[in-house]
T-cell receptor, first 114, second 112 residues
Framework: KAGVTQTPRYLIKTRGQQVTLSCSPI?????VSWYQQTPGQGLQFLFE???????NKGNFPGRFSGRQFSNSRSEMNVSTLELGDSALYLC?????????????FGPGTRLTVT | GEDVEQSLFLSVREGDSSVINCTYT??????LYWYKQEPGAGLQLLTY?????DMKQDQRLTVLLNKKDKHLSLRIADTQTGDSAIYFC????????????FGSGTRLSIRP
């Protein structure tokens, strides 16, 4: 079974631009969570989607948004990019929402904002 | 608070056992995880333990949980060069089940 895939793997943007990252979960998984990883802040939860609905949201500004499609694929969008948005963005999928379901991570998208 | 704490570095000799420690603060944690991250890669789920367990063993990995002290450890037996990575301890709480709280990670390096 294929793992979680994320595209693109690497991205360079300039301040003020917007960016869209994509995540395809493991086949059959319906929950997708997004995390931001930076050297200073570590791994921080962005949001989770299940059945096309946002179930939980971390402490990030409204510039960070996401959505999930009927096939469980998810996208996250960051508008008006700032230098501090440079990070590795990780997507994780699980069968369903809830603590009993293990999350499996993709390789991440490395975003660099210049 | 939300802190999950780990020491930043650990160096062990190849063939020895590695023990990576973690403390967490929320007694309502339900699942506790260990993830491995190799350079340039995402997170690999190594093992997890449910909060009503004290110990879990999976091949070379042993997880010990002390709920009273809110202390979690990961022991890797017969450490190999391929075990070099950053190891993250993480917790999941009943109150916000979809969110995983991660520690800062412990970088494990192996000496020949």
């Amino acid at each position: 079974k294929a793992g979680v895939t994320q595209t693109p793997r690497y991205l360079i943007k300039t301040r003020g631009q917007q960016v869209t990252l994509s995540c395809s979960p493991i086949s059959g998984h319906r929950s997708v969570s997004w995390y931001q990883q930076t050297p200073g802040q570590g791994l921080q939860f962005l949001f989770e989607y299940f059945s096309e609905t946002q179930r939980n949201k971390g402490n990030f500004p409204g510039r960070f948004s996401g959505r999930q499609f009927s096939n469980s694929r998810s996208e996250m969008n960051v508008s008006t990019l700032e230098l501090g948005d440079s990070a590795l963005y990780l997507c994780a999928s699980s069968l369903a929402t809830g603590e009993a379901y293990e999350q499996y991570f993709g390789p991440g998208t490395r975003l660099t904002v210049t | 608070g939300e802190d999950v704490e780990q020491s930043l570095f650990l160096s062990v000799r190849e063939g020895d056992s590695s023990v990576i420690n973690c403390t967490y603060t929320d007694s309502s944690s339900t699942y506790l995880y260990w993830y491995k991250q190799e350079p340039g890669a995402g997170l690999q789920l190594l093992t997890y333990i449910f909060s009503n367990m004290d110990m879990k063993q999976d091949q070379r990995l042993t997880v010990l949980l002390n709920k009273k002290d809110k202390h979690l450890s990961l022991r890797i037996a017969d450490t190999q060069t391929g075990d070099s990575a950053i190891y993250f301890c993480a917790e999941r709480r009943y109150s916000s089940a979809s969110k995983i709280i991660f520690g800062s990670g412990t970088r494990l390096s192996i000496r020949p």
